[in-house]
């Protein structure tokens, strides 16, 4: 008697033309299979998205011999063993093997190491899936040896159609749109989450003798929606809450925080982030965001969470609403880039340790607090370059300056008066944030200025 399998299972697609969404994928699998021939591949994708069922199903169409390793159990005797074997079935059969590892980002690297050879030589061609950035957990030698196909979530239209099949099979006579669409967007793009829970609810309302209901979904989801401490997900987050605190949205980077914390992520990473742009974006504009973010690094390791939960929001408010400048990586960034191009030259023979020289008599180093105003060369002669970049006066905001001119080109005037009362209300800014931005604009020459006088009337008393 065969055991009975899970909807997912029951489900699973038999050949590719059954495969829900990932058209593009499909129709590069699809060559692969006319051809008769398949490269080694790496599928990434979010859980859910179909990269099982891709490698099984391109492994059946191929009608080649297949075998399946265990990432978190395999041991490189494993490996090779099934190496040895895939050579066998070659010279006994000239039959070619797909070796399918599911979640191959776990193999460590000595066993991603021993993949290799057998990889180059055609021995067998390997399948592998992960749902972690293979830029972050695949072997980079590994990774040149394959292809990256790219999966997405299914949309929510794929979802649905897949639950109406579902509620086909088990037999649910009437299944409420507004059901499966509800699922279908909870469900953050993973079938196999979907059909989890569509599958207990099932269960729930045939013991009660009813239809499905929503809190019977609701039951058995697990909130997939905000799991996104984990593959690539985590750096997009990542992503986006550093580039909203670059860009002076205080109110985005609170935003993707909270996500950051209601997905479990680790306050120390946020921490890092945060350290990261106070030294990066904000850097000499305000040298005191990154005495802040260590401090709150500091604080989030002694409070753990909850409660570092507010340190990294007083911290994130503060970073992003901080005035911004690159000066210092911009800085670092354009040395390095010069001595890549020209090379090494002789440090000046004044600047030289004295116990260590032993070149030509050269100018003496004069001690600069005993000659503060004698001028001295402390770049080797033949460096010229300007690395620190003439970049905006630290004490400006990039984002009150963009903010300034586009409400000036707003008024359509070619001589346009300010109250600046009224520009901080509309525009909700500090005055004196807004006094030095007009400063900056008409020394910069991106906005002209005339001052207007009159003579003050005479007093009764001087008439």
Not at 98 to 121: A, C, G, M, T, Y
Not at 179 to 191: A, H, P, V
Not at 432 to 457: H, I, S
Request: net charge neutral; glycine share 4%.
């Amino acid at each position: 008697m065969n055991k009975p399998l899970p909807l997912a299972e029951r489900l699973r697609p038999g050949t590719l033309q059954d495969v829900l969404g990932q058209s593009k994928t499909v129709s590069i699998l699809s060559a692969f299979v006319k051809e008769g021939d398949c490269p080694s591949m790496i599928f990434w994708g979010p859980p859910g998205s179909g990269k099982t069922t891709l490698c099984r199903v391109l492994a059946k169409e191929l009608m080649w011999d297949s075998a399946a390793l265990n990432a978190t159990s395999a041991s490189v005797k494993d490996i090779r063993n099934l190496a040895e074997r895939a050579s066998l079935t070659w010279e006994q059969w000239e039959k070619r093997t797909l070796v399918f590892i599911d979640e191959i980002h776990r193999l460590n690297k000595s066993q991603q190491d021993v993949l290799l050879p057998f990889i180059e030589d055609g021995t067998f061609v390997l399948l592998g899936s992960t749902t972690e950035n293979p830029y972050f957990s695949i072997n980079a030698a590994l990774r040149s040896r394959v292809q990256l196909m790219t999966l997405t979530a299914l949309s929510n239209e794929s979802i649905e159609t897949a639950l109406k099949r579902a509620g086909n099979l088990m037999g649910i006579r009437e299944l409420q749109p507004d059901l499966i669409e509800w699922l279908s967007i909870r469900c953050g793009g993973d079938l196999r989450a979907a059909y989890s829970a569509l599958e207990g609810a099932f269960v729930l309302a045939k013991a009660d003798q009813r239809e499905v209901e929503l809190n019977d979904l609701k039951t058995f989801l697990n909130c997939t929606a905000l799991t996104e401490s984990k593959g690539d997900n985590h750096y997009d987050l990542a992503s986006a809450y550093q580039k909203s605190l670059r860009g002076s949205d205080a109110n985005a980077a609170v935003y993707y925080l909270a996500r950051f914390l209601l997905s479990g992520e680790d306050p120390r990473f946020i921490a890092r982030r945060l350290l990261v742009t106070a030294s990066e974006d904000v850097g000499m504009a305000d040298p005191f965001a990154l005495v802040l973010a260590e401090a709150t690094y500091s604080a989030v390791e002694k409070l753990g969470m909850p409660e570092a939960r507010i340190p990294l929001t007083q911290t994130t408010i503060y970073v992003a609403n901080a005035p911004k400048n690159n000066s210092a990586i911009a800085s670092i960034e354009k040395a390095a880039k010069y001595l890549e191009k020209k090379g090494l030259h002789q440090v000046p023979g004044h600047l030289k340790d004295p116990r260590t020289v032993r070149t030509k008599p050269h100018q003496p180093y004069l001690y600069t607090h005993k000659y503060p105003h004698i001028k001295q060369d402390f770049l080797p002669e033949e460096v010229k370059e300007t690395f620190i970049p003439d970049l905006t006066p630290p004490e400006v905001n990039l984002k009150y300056v963009t903010i300034l001119e586009e409400a000036i080109q707003d008024i359509k005037q070619d001589w346009t008066e300010l109250n600046l009362d009224s520009v901080c209300e509309r525009l909700d800014l500090n005055k004196q944030e807004v006094r030095m931005t007009l400063n900056y604009l008409v020394k910069a020459g991106r906005l002209e200025f005339k001052r207007l006088f009159r003579l003050k009337p005479a007093k009764d008393s001087e008439k």
